[in-house]
């Protein structure tokens, strides 16, 4: 396993974004404003709930970010699938950080609880993410639960998330 860091600022991640990271054509993560972190604060191959590797990541919430003003006009909320987003961007994030090569890519998730909103006053997201299982064969694969907080407080839970790493077409 290549050697990183244990935790990314801001400038990481965009390296990563950039694909200087993990090489060109290995797992990247997207630029802003599609970049749903501002950190990762932990990251493990063997830590977490089922000691098969984990990140917590967070995102810092303002009132003037890009969803708020078109998501909904008169009542912002940020979409519940760019929560879910960023716990796949963190997911294929893991594998790459691992050093498994190839393109990330969502593949799925067996369920998505949305317990809460994140408004525009809310300040922090914490995202969780424990995986359940990883496959390093032809196929790299990623299986995790995960959550989101807003201030400490569930909003939203997934379970079975896939991502997967391919090979560059």
């Given amino acids: 396993m290549a050697e990183y860091p244990t935790s990314f600022d801001k400038e990481g991640l965009i ?22 972190m501002d950190r990762i604060t932990d990251i493990s191959a063997d830590g977490g709930e089922f000691g098969k590797g984990h990140v917590v990541a967070e995102f810092d919430i303002t009132p003037d970010l890009w969803f708020f003003e078109c ?28 050093g498994m090569l190839g393109q990330g890519m969502a593949m799925g998730v067996g369920e998505v609880k949305l317990k ?46 896939k991502v997967g790493l391919a090979a560059a077409t």
């Fill in 71 to 98: 998501h909904f006009p008169g009542n912002p909320i940020m979409p519940g699938c760019l929560g879910l987003d960023g716990l796949w961007q963190l997911t294929g994030f893991n594998l790459g950080w691992r």
């Fill in 116 to 161: 809460g909103m994140v408004k525009p006053d809310r300040k922090m997201l914490t995202y969780y993410v424990d995986f359940t299982r990883v496959i390093d064969r032809k196929l790299k694969l990623g299986v995790a639960n995960g959550r989101v907080e807003a201030d400490g407080e569930l909003i939203y839970q997934v379970s079975d998330m």
């Fill in 15 to 36: 390296k990563c974004a950039k694909g200087e990271l993990f090489g060109p054509g290995n797992a990247q993560l997207p630029m802003p404003p599609m970049l749903m």
